[in-house]
């Protein structure tokens, strides 16, 4: 069963437009959520994380949200750029756990 | 510069031929992981070490070994690698106590394929 869902494999948007990329999960037990990005032929980078005592987390270009009773999260991208373009992961963990929880990554495309 | 190494970056081999691919990180972190990356499926846990001479299995353990002897090194093992172990591989490591807030720090991968 899985716990973290990124429910859109893809997602394409125009240069300088705003990227909304969802993702859900099921445990509540979650303490945090991380954004990873990928680029073809290269491992996962840490781009933002939320803890759930909070509702958002920002950093320049890129903010988080957190809806706890929805258990839903999602990650905006304003303004989008083509160096955006990239695989993005969702991911969870509980501070009682040992394990990072992915969901399956929706590819975002930005086109210029 | 902080980084994990992972080697070989891609390999082919057959069925039932052991091999290992290593993994290395310079930051001194206690906490590393093997994951395979499949499409479709995303990331997934293959183990997990807290520390030195402390490993446990995460989501999808069968046909994989690991070994922490030294705090920068944590290969993996296939015995008798088969078809279906085919995949993207990313080594990880974080500070002490797993991922927890803290960010995970990826090699760059190693791309398999079992003939």
């Known amino acids: 069963d899985q716990q973290v869902k990124q429910n859109s494999p893809s997602l394409s948007v125009q240069e300088g437009r705003i990227s909304i990329l969802n993702c859900d999960y099921t445990n509540s037990m979650f303490d945090y959520f991380l954004w990873y990005k990928k680029y073809p032929a290269e491992g996962p980078t840490f781009l933002i994380s939320i803890s759930s005592i909070k509702d958002k987390n920002e950093d320049g270009r890129f903010t988080v949200f957190l809806n706890k009773s929805a258990k839903h999260l999602s990650l905006h991208i304003v303004p989008s750029q083509p160096g955006d373009s990239a695989v993005y992961f969702c991911a969870a963990i509980s501070l009682v756990g040992t394990a990072l929880i992915f969901g399956k990554g929706t590819t975002l495309s930005v086109s210029s | 510069e902080a980084q994990v190494t992972q080697n070989p970056r891609y390999l082919i081999t057959v069925t039932g031929k052991k091999l290992t691919v290593t993994c290395s990180q310079n930051?001194?972190?206690?906490?590393m992981s093997w994951y395979r990356q499949d499409p479709g499926l995303g990331l997934r846990q293959i183990y997990y070490s807290m520390n030195v001479e402390v490993t446990d299995k995460g989501d999808v353990p069968e046909g994989y070994k690991v070994s922490r002897k030294e705090k920068r090194n944590f290969p993996l093992i296939l015995e008798s690698p088969s078809p279906n172990q085919t995949s993207l591989y990313f080594c990880?490591?974080?500070?002490?106590?797993?991922?927890?807030?803290?960010?995970?720090?990826f090699g760059p991968g190693t791309r398999l394929t079992v003939l």
């Open positions: 990880a490591s974080s500070r002490a106590g797993g991922p927890g807030p803290d960010t995970q720090y």
């Open positions: 930051m001194n972190h206690e906490y």
